[in-house]
């Protein structure tokens, strides 16, 4: 497609915006300081999706308090996803207290600019409160017990946001990792058992009927997690449990899963009979003995780049990312594809799986000037719609 056809209008702020960004830019090159190639794609992220998809990030409150990175995020994406404003550690305490400041100031943003909102999460094993499945002494709670508070939970959470949220992960990172154990041990399955998934669904479509209902994942379009999840989707399904979509979470390494696997997932997934979408995109540069995003994983490693991103890494971070986002736009069953973050400086990835480090797996550098993955992005946006 040719990519000087404006198919849409742009608004003046957009282009005062887009001015500013080129002058920065070009202040920076000049001084030597600029780490990217190119100059700034022509189209935001937003215009290059058009209607084929939403394209959306993950922030926090932390980023829209940043004037400059607001109306990036506001210019440049479609739909948002809280980071972790949302998770059961940050909107209740230890007590059962509840506090939706900081969240409902993500979805006031994301109104402001009429971008939906996808709510992250309701049911984990990681960033939640103990009590909810757990006794004082650390033994399952009676499966009553259990149940009650999850859906007490569910209820206070979706009933706050019903008509906000477009769509909910109800459940996260509920299968194993481990081969042949179906689902992983977590303290909502030793408190009910495998039903706690089909009961998270049931909660959250009565308590707000108009959501979506998703399940989320990682490394779940490789075969032996993918398996794992079509038997869940069909599960739920024969016990009547009505199940939207399934997030592919997508936190990817520069060689690992290739682009064909990525399409098999997406294919068979879809198969099943639900949408599916990619929920949190990242490219991890930095060399990792593992891939996927097990929070219990930590790795010890050098941070071989604090200074910057070399640039022959760089343009194969774009080539990268240019590849997936191809891939994954071949299936129309993909109606969301989300960055988990905006600029490299707040990427969960610089904790993870290694403390500490320097990285740079999103679009935007730590100055959030574009990388060449943005414009890599963009031309794929463009030529898949
Ligand atoms: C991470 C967030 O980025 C962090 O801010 C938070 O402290 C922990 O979670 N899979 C998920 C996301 O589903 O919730 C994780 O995000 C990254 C891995």
Not at 192 to 211: L, M
Not at 246 to 253: A, K, N, T
Not at 295 to 309: F, I, Q, R, S, W
């Amino acid at each position: 497609m040719n990519r000087n056809i404006r198919q849409h209008k742009v608004s003046q702020t957009a282009w005062v915006m887009r001015v500013a960004i080129i002058g920065v830019w070009g202040a920076m090159t000049a001084l030597g300081q600029g780490t990217n190639s190119q100059l700034p794609a022509e189209r935001t992220l937003r215009e290059a999706a058009g209607k084929r998809l939403l394209v959306g990030c993950a922030v926090a409150t932390v980023d829209l308090q940043d004037a400059k990175l607001a109306t990036l995020i506001a210019e440049q994406f479609g739909c948002l996803t809280p980071e972790y404003e949302l998770m059961p550690e940050h909107l209740v305490d230890a007590d059962g207290k509840f506090t939706f400041a900081r969240g409902d100031a993500v979805v006031a943003f994301a109104e402001k600019h009429r971008m939906p909102v996808f709510g992250h999460m309701l049911v984990w094993h990681f960033v939640t409160r103990k009590w909810l499945f757990e006794g004082r002494d650390g033994k399952p709670l009676p499966c009553e017990k259990a149940l009650e508070n999850l859906k007490s939970y569910i209820v206070a959470v979706t009933g706050h946001y019903k008509g906000k949220i477009k769509a909910w992960d109800v459940v996260n990172e509920a299968l194993s990792d481990k081969e042949g154990e179906y689902l992983r041990e977590t303290p909502a399955l030793r408190a009910i058992g495998g039903d706690y998934i089909e009961k998270a669904f049931e909660f959250a479509r009565a308590a707000d009927p108009d959501a979506e209902l998703y399940y989320n994942d990682y490394n779940i379009e490789q075969p032996a997690k993918l398996a794992k999840t079509r038997r869940l989707i069909r599960d739920l399904k024969a016990k009547g449990v009505r199940i939207d979509a399934v997030g592919i979470q997508g936190h990817w390494l520069l060689d690992w899963p290739p682009a064909e696997m990525i399409g098999t997932g997406i294919e068979a997934l879809a198969a099943e009979g639900v949408k599916v979408m990619i929920t949190e995109l990242d490219v991890d540069p930095l060399p990792r003995d593992t891939s996927g995003a097990d929070m219990a994983v930590t790795e010890k490693g050098a941070n071989p780049y604090p200074d910057g991103l070399p640039s022959i890494l760089q343009e194969r971070l774009a080539r990268r990312y240019g590849e997936i986002v191809a891939a994954v736009l071949k299936h129309p069953s993909v109606t969301m594809l989300g960055f988990w973050g905006t600029h490299d400086g707040r990427s969960w990835l610089n904790d993870f799986p290694v403390k500490g480090r320097t990285n740079h797996p999103l679009l935007f550098d730590r100055q959030c000037r574009p990388k060449p993955a943005l414009d890599s992005v963009i031309k794929a946006l463009e030529s898949g719609r």
